[in-house]
């Protein structure tokens, strides 16, 4: 390894991303994912617009009222609005819940009577939340004896934050699609340009030029480690229970991995948009899906929990809400297969993507 | 005659670029199915696991009203210490203890509680779990008779079909996304080949070229849409649609001329192909995450709510809601046409301003 | 002589190159010596490239190649020797990175090839290219031949025991390329030894031995006196319209025998002679005499002067192009032509001065608008949409000048048969040789019949033959129409056809007069050495 070409590239490479301020989008896309997604996705439901139609005016119905008041999950408005005037306010995207009391309700109890309780149901998981937490006011405002209590005890996040779920979940998903592309634009630039020559035509070996190539993307990206986790410190308020130096190292080798698919897709693309384009697409979904965000692994079924162990980011994701919200680090053995995992993905990669670049026209 | 030209120049160009094509092809129909079908939100196959302390009969009677859909097959544990490292190295979600005293008082029917253990990692998914795990728990007791029906209707989707849902809003996203890259590469290619002189000095008014440029782009989008929304949201999904097409399409035009708007300023001060994608990345994010397409207006920050009306696919995503789930016709729609109308013209004005000076 | 002593160094032996199925050189043989200038002459796209290409280890190719005693036979064979031999391929600076300045270009490949800097070496390179003032500026923000320079010195940065240059001097003025032979010859003293495939007859004339390349082969190999001697039969004196004899540059050829003076033949006349063997006849060119209304002044710059911040590029040029008049804008690279002209096109905003275009004053862009359809214009990178085919490049560009389809075909058919790119033109820009590529654009520019005429640098890389068509077409469209070409070129003896050349050096206007006049006031010189000759007086 020369040091001269590495020093070549280097240099070029951080001259480019100045010049034409790239090096911004750099450091401004992460953080931006991050907060944006950070902020943005909201799993759980507060404030739900609800329309309480009380035809009863009794006590119970009073109580209901009350009780549906008193949450943060539901904005209680009670009005007197027809069926069909109700239906409508859904139907207009005025309300979320309407609940319809009908008239003679208390007296009418289990003797029929019964009470209709309508959902907006566009945002299905939405729904089904409001309707778990609507089923549980109306039983406990019945005031009956239930047979079984649960007494639930939460682990790793225990006051139920969305952040803590979101957030670690987030890093994955960056540090798979980001220096992805950005290593594949980079190789590709020098294709479609036409300046791959200075490659081809220098007495410089295969490996020199992958590195030297593949090593800004790396460096730039691994700044962004600190940075994307001061945030979740700082903005995010994300507990941190495990090892830094454990996190830190695999961060970098699943950064590795990333810039690894980059070369990859620089080999078999020829334009820069092509290259963004599809390191953007391989990336994602997986990056995406596997992240824990959405569905944690264990509750896939069976075909998508084999296609989440071939993809790099569930054992990363592992590792990080590991480092994040449990703290279990190399004491478990399970997390050390994980690690040892990676490292064989960034290695097989950068190797696999060696032996396929070409020195030569095509 | 000349725009004829331009258009047909500009099909040409698309369809020669056999990965642009796939692409668009792909983020039109695969990606779609992907999403409607791999994102599931609503928790299934919860992986469970139990600790059978009072060694009672009871006990495999709770646990055989643990089933799919919702529930895997539960797993037994020896004991508590075993239940909690499998939670720590996260091969289940929950983990419920019977221990002796719960048994008892459920036999002798005192209110018995149950210790119930849950990975709450993901806060929302733990959340519904235990609403599951409560209603599965009531109605073990058959005897349970509540004083009044509870008569749950979930409009539109009263199955908690995310397909649905995500299908859509993947599909909106998409179509955002695309019209971004598309309508502003369409020029920046030009600059970058070195053909942007050549242009210039065609005898034609600088406002026919962005026109034809712009429309030959969306007419690729409508076509895209056309085909996602038959092959994949009817076809495969059969997504219900309440409303109108047409107004879904007539929305769809109206959107496709704001994004285009953005686009031109994206094109104007872009000089490659790769600024664009970078531009479209900055943009596109929080245009949908502030639009509503993936958490409701409603349930965001009031700032961001009124920042929202700012962007051209709020209106679109909400009208889009409205005609294929709730239902909407052609006058409940109409300020959502007259605002994304407005947009419309509002943002193409300065992307044409923008992008004029370069001509 | 010395030369019995001197080591073979490089031999190609049956080398063949194919793209596809497309087969670029077939059983290619050669041989050379150390310190031998070996010059590659040919028509566009004969396998000249392919053949420095797979000599330089970047090409794939079949056949064996000995370098000093070292075979190769593939690319990564030949990693080996690229210490030894140093490659600069065609096109205006394809090597360079737009964004790097000149200086950090040296810094780069210093780097890449691990050299120790050398001061005094580098600067004796920048001076020669004429870029020593400018290291600061962006390769991006050069002009056309400098940028083509920087890629010249570039090659000659690890002072290569092997040079394998591809068209080096393709849009080069004659300033540099007086330099660049000496430094190339000042190497040779070195031991070193160079492959370079030209355009330019009278570098040709420099070289040890020749090679024309015709179809993927070599059909003629010797020094120029050789190669030159075997057409002196074919030549004759002045230029005659006839389509059994081809005519450039005041010499005639022909196989039959002609009623003419016998001249004496120039390096040129091979690629006629070579033609005529090959049964090709010279296009008839016909263009109908046509009166189109035109105003005597078609264009009137007043003091146009244009700044890149702090550098004035061109400065209060005034230059008057008159109707039916081709008039050539000569100067060195980086003088100001290309900005010049894009000035008089409302490509870059005018600092400063007046224009008027074909009588109207230009102000806005209004005024312009009607006018582009009255003109025609080659851009010096030439320009086309790579992914339509030749055809579809030139039907959109009719279509978009309201041309009817049947006129369209027509013209297109005419074009192509003038232009010899027949063949290419369901092709894709990409696919095609430079000089190919060259000509299309000459094509769209010239399919409305516009009535003014830019261009920047046309027949650049474009081979003698297709120049010389190319020329006779212009005086047929000027002498049957009327109408009036502005012209730049680096070829001096293509001033010869123009009726007033205009001289800028550095930004400044230092000469405008008639070609008559030039060679009145300087006789027995041909234009290159007027040019060289006003260069020096106007220090
Ligand atoms: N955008 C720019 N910024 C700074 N300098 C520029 C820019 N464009 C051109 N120049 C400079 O202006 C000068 C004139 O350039 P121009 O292209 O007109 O030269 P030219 O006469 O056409 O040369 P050539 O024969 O090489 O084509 C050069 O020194 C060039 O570097
Ligand atoms: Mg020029």
């Given amino acids: ?362 | 005659m000349k725009m004829s030209a331009i258009l047909k120049k500009e099909f040409l160009v698309f369809f020669r670029n056999a990965g642009l094509v796939i692409f668009i092809l792909y983020a039109f129909t695969l990606d779609i199915y992907i999403a409607g079908k791999g994102i599931k939100v609503t928790p299934r196959n919860v992986s469970i696991g139990y600790v059978n302390e009072a060694d009672n009969l009871i006990v495999n009677k709770i646990i055989s009203s643990f089933h799919k859909p919702q529930f895997k097959q539960p797993k037994m544990f020896l004991n508590e210490k075993a239940l909690k490292n499998a939670i720590y190295n996260r091969k289940i979600i929950v983990g419920i203890v019977f221990d002796k005293q719960f048994v008892n008082n459920l036999i002798s029917k005192k209110q018995a509680k149950l210790q119930v253990l849950i990975d709450s990692t993901a806060a929302a998914q733990a959340e519904v779990t235990l609403i599951y795990l409560q209603n599965i728990l009531m109605k073990f007791e058959n005897n349970l008779n509540l004083p009044a029906k509870i008569n749950i209707i979930k409009l539109f989707n009263p199955n908690s079909n995310t397909k649905w849902f995500m299908s859509l809003s993947e599909l909106m996203s998409n179509i955002t996304m695309l019209g971004l890259v598309l309508i502003a590469v369409v020029f920046v290619r030009e600059k970058e080949n070195g053909t942007w002189d050549i242009m210039l000095l065609m005898p034609v008014r600088g406002s026919l070229i962005i026109f034809s440029k712009i429309l030959s782009q969306v007419l690729i989008l409508m076509a895209g849409i056309t085909i996602s929304v038959g092959l994949i949201v009817f076809g495969v999904f059969n997504t219900p649609i309440n409303g109108n097409l047409l107004d879904f399409y007539l929305i769809s035009f109206l959107f496709s001329f704001a994004i285009g708007g953005i686009a031109l300023v994206i094109a104007a001060v872009s000089k490659t192909i790769l600024e664009v994608g970078h531009l479209t990345i900055v943009i596109m994010l929080p245009l949908i995450f502030l639009s509503g397409a993936w958490t409701p207006l409603s349930a965001m920050n009031p700032f961001i709510q009124y920042l929202s009306y700012l962007s051209p696919l709020r209106y679109y995503i909400q009208a889009t809601q409205d005609i294929f789930f709730r239902g909407s016709g052609f006058f409940d729609l109409l300020p959502y046409f007259f605002a994304e109308l407005f947009m419309a013209m509002v943002l193409f004005y300065i992307g044409y301003k923008k992008i004029g000076k370069l001509f | 002589m010395e030369n019995g002593e001197l080591r073979k160094i490089l031999e190609v032996k049956n080398l063949s190159v194919s793209y596809g199925k497309k087969v670029a050189i077939k059983n290619v043989n050669f041989s050379l010596k150390e310190q031998e200038l070996l010059g590659f002459i040919g028509a566009d796209g004969a396998g000249k490239s392919s053949t420095l290409h797979a000599i330089a280890g970047v090409l794939s190719f079949e056949g064996e190649i000995v370098y000093k005693n070292y075979v190769y036979h593939s690319p990564k064979e030949a990693e080996k020797i690229k210490y030894e031999i140093s490659l600069m391929p065609q096109g205006l600076g394809l090597v360079l990175y737009d964004f790097l300045s000149v200086k950090e270009h040296f810094d780069f490949f210093r780097d890449l090839r691990g050299l120790k800097k050398d001061k005094e070496y580098e600067n004796r390179l920048l001076k020669m290219a004429g870029l020593y003032e400018f290291q600061n500026r962006l390769a991006g923000n050069l002009s056309g031949g400098m940028r083509q320079k920087l890629s010249l010195i570039l090659s000659l940065l690890p002072r290569p025991k092997l040079l394998i240059l591809d068209e080096p001097t393709t849009g080069v003025d004659p300033i540099s390329r007086a330099e660049l032979w000496n430094i190339v010859n000042e190497m040779r003293e070195d031991g070193m030894s160079a492959i370079i495939s030209t355009a330019y007859m009278s570098e040709a004339n420099k070289m040890d031995k020749l090679m024309l390349f015709d179809e993927g082969e070599i059909i003629a190999s010797g020094t120029s006196e050789e190669l030159i001697e075997s057409i002196k039969d074919y030549t004759y004196e002045g230029e005659i319209e006839n389509n059994k004899c081809f005519s450039f540059n005041n010499r005639t050829y022909s196989l039959k025998p002609l009623n003419l003076k016998k001249a004496s033949p120039t390096l040129e006349g091979i690629f006629f002679v070579n033609a005529l063997k090959k049964g090709k006849k010279p296009i008839v060119i016909n263009v109908p005499e046509k009166d189109i209304e035109i105003p005597e002044i078609i264009v009137n710059a007043k003091c146009l002067t244009k700044k890149f911040g702090e550098f004035i590029a061109d400065n209060c040029i005034d230059l008057k192009l008159k109707k039916s008049e081709i008039l050539g804008l000569l100067g060195a690279n980086g003088a100001g032509k290309t900005t010049f002209i894009k000035m008089l096109l409302g490509l870059y905003p005018i600092d400063e001065g007046e224009l008027y275009l074909l009588g109207k004053r230009i102000r806005s862009y209004e005024d312009r608008l009607t006018l582009k359809s009255k003109i025609g214009y080659v851009s010096q990178k030439f320009s086309l949409y790579k992914d339509l085919s030749i055809k579809e490049n030139l039907e959109y560009f009719a279509k978009m000048h309201s041309l009817s389809v049947g006129e369209t075909k027509r013209k297109i058919e005419e074009f192509a048969r003038m232009f010899e790119f027949e063949e290419y033109l369901n092709a894709f820009p990409k696919e095609v040789p430079l000089g190919i590529n060259q000509r299309f654009s000459l094509a769209a520019a010239l399919l409305h019949e516009p009535v003014v005429l830019f261009l920047d640098e046309p027949t650049s890389g474009v081979d003698t033959v297709a120049r010389s068509a190319f020329w006779r077409l212009l005086r047929k469209l000027k002498e049957n129409t009327g109408i009036s070409i502005l012209i730049t070129t680096h070829y001096m003896n293509e001033a010869e056809y123009c009726d007033r050349v205009a001289v800028l050096k550095r930004g400044v206007k230092i000469v405008d007069d008639e070609v008559k006049n030039l060679h009145k006031k300087y006789p027995r010189l041909d234009f290159e050495e007027i040019f060289l000759q006003i260069y020096k007086e106007n220090q």
Wanted: hydrophobic share 50%.
């Fill in chain 1, 1 to 362: 390894m020369k040091i001269s070409v590495l020093r070549a590239y280097l240099k070029k490479e951080i001259i480019d991303l100045i010049r034409n301020k790239m090096i911004i989008l750099i450091y401004l896309i992460p953080t931006m994912i991050l907060i944006l997604f950070g902020f943005g996705i909201k799993l759980e439901v507060t404030h739900a617009r609800t329309v309480i139609i009380d035809n009863d005016h009794s006590k119970l119905s009073l109580e209901i009222i009350n009780k549906f008041s008193r949450t943060k999950y539901f904005d209680v408005r009670v009005e007197n609005l027809s069926y069909k005037k109700a239906l409508h306010l859904i139907q207009t995207n005025k309300a979320d819940v309407i609940i319809i009391i009908p008239p003679s309700f208390s007296r009418n109890l289990y003797k029929g009577a019964e009470i209709g309780v309508y959902i907006d149901g566009s945002f299905p998981l939405r729904a089904v939340t409001l309707q778990g937490y609507i089923e549980k006011l109306l039983i406990n405002g019945f005031n009956i004896h239930l047979p079984i209590k649960i007494e639930n005890r939460n682990f790793f996040n225990e006051s139920l934050r969305d952040y803590n779920a979101v957030v670690p979940g987030l890093f994955g998903l960056i540090f798979l699609v980001v220096p992805a592309s950005l290593a594949a634009i980079m190789i590709v630039k020098e294709k479609e340009m036409g300046t791959i020559f200075n490659f081809y035509s220098a007495p410089i070996k295969k490996v020199e030029f992958i590195i030297s190539k593949l090593l800004p993307p790396f460096l730039f990206h691994s700044l962004n480690i600190f940075i994307l986790l001061l945030l979740a410190f700082y903005v995010f308020n994300v507990p941190f229970r495990g090892n830094f130096f454990i996190f830190w190292v695999v961060s970098e080798i699943y950064i590795l991995i990333s810039v690894g698919i980059g070369l990859l897709v620089s080999i078999i693309t020829s334009t820069q948009i092509a290259a963004l384009v599809l390191s953007v697409i391989i990336t994602i979904i997986p990056g995406f899906l596997y992240s824990g965000i959405l569905m944690p692994i264990s509750s896939m079924d069976k075909e998508s929990f084999i296609e989440a162990h071939i993809f790099p980011v569930m054992y990363y994701n592992h590792l990080v809400y590991d480092s994040f919200l449990i703290g279990q680090g190399f004491k478990a053995s399970e997390n050390v297969l994980y690690f040892f995992i990676l490292c064989i993905y960034a290695v097989t990669l950068i190797l696999v993507g060696t032996f396929f670049v070409k020195k030569a026209i095509k």
